[in-house]
């Protein structure tokens, strides 16, 4: 499959943690800046993280900063998301995102208890 | 007041143009920005329309109908979305997306009704 293929997804309990998994095809992974986003139910699009090419640059939106931990392995063609201390309104759709390439499908996130 | 605001709705005919809006908070120079365009039907993944940032600087996605187009407003700070030639496929979410202080950062979107 080309593409964006995210994994990883589930139902966690609040306190929780979940890694999320992106495999990349199709592109030259190494080359290009990434995020993750996410999409809660039945609202807009919610930017969560941004890695450069090298993974030397990160940033956070403040609603995961101390929380999410984004990396990469530019090997693997692979993009992660560490998700640590889950909130119940961290419940959402998770895509992993070049920002100007096809969106995979994403990860359904639900925490509840 | 939030950096980049959209109409939450717009409707129009079958055939007709419409042109969506995402205006940049007073302040900030249009002309140092990069904007993202997305589309979301119900049920899908968004899907990337196109990036603007001039005329000499814009980005078509890959599929994406040359119905599609970017551009800017100067005097209103704001970029448009122009769909030429409606049709009910174009029914949808459409969001704008831009870098600023070192994050990204969406519109809430304009719900597209094709009438």
């Known amino acids: 499959e080309v593409g964006l293929v995210e994994s990883g997804g589930g139902l966690v309990q609040p306190g929780g943690s979940l890694r999320l998994s992106c495999v990349v095809s199709?592109?030259?992974?190494?080359?290009?800046?990434m995020n993750w986003v996410r999409q809660a139910p039945e609202k807009g699009l919610e930017w969560v993280a941004y890695i450069s090419s090298s993974g030397g640059t990160i940033q956070y939106a403040d609603s995961v900063k101390g929380r999410f931990t984004i990396s990469r392995d530019n090997a693997k063609s692979s993009l992660y998301l560490q998700m640590n201390s889950l909130r119940v309104d961290d419940t959402a759709v998770y895509y992993c995102?070049?920002?100007?390439?096809?969106w995979g499908q994403g990860t359904l996130v639900t925490v509840s208890s | 007041q939030a950096v980049l605001t959209q109409p939450s709705s717009l409707s129009a005919s079958p055939g007709a143009s419409a042109s969506l809006t995402c205006t940049l908070r007073?302040?900030?120079?249009?002309?140092?920005?990069?904007i993202y365009w997305y589309q979301q039907k119900p049920g899908s993944p968004p899907r990337y329309l196109l990036r603007?940032?001039?005329?000499?600087?814009?980005?078509?996605g890959s599929g994406v109908p040359s119905r599609f187009s970017g551009s800017k407003d100067a005097s209103a700070n704001a970029w448009i979305l122009f769909i030429s030639g409606l049709q009910s496929e174009d029914e949808a979410d459409y969001y704008c997306?831009?870098?600023?202080?070192?994050?990204?950062?969406f519109g809430a979107g304009t719900k597209v009704t094709v009438l």
């Open positions: 603007y940032r001039s005329d000499s600087d814009k980005q078509q």
């Open positions: 007073s302040g900030f120079n249009l002309g140092a920005y990069r």
């Open positions: 199709g592109f030259t992974f190494g080359s290009y800046e």
């Open positions: 997306m831009t870098w600023h202080s070192s994050a990204y950062v």
């Open positions: 995102l070049r920002v100007d390439w096809p």
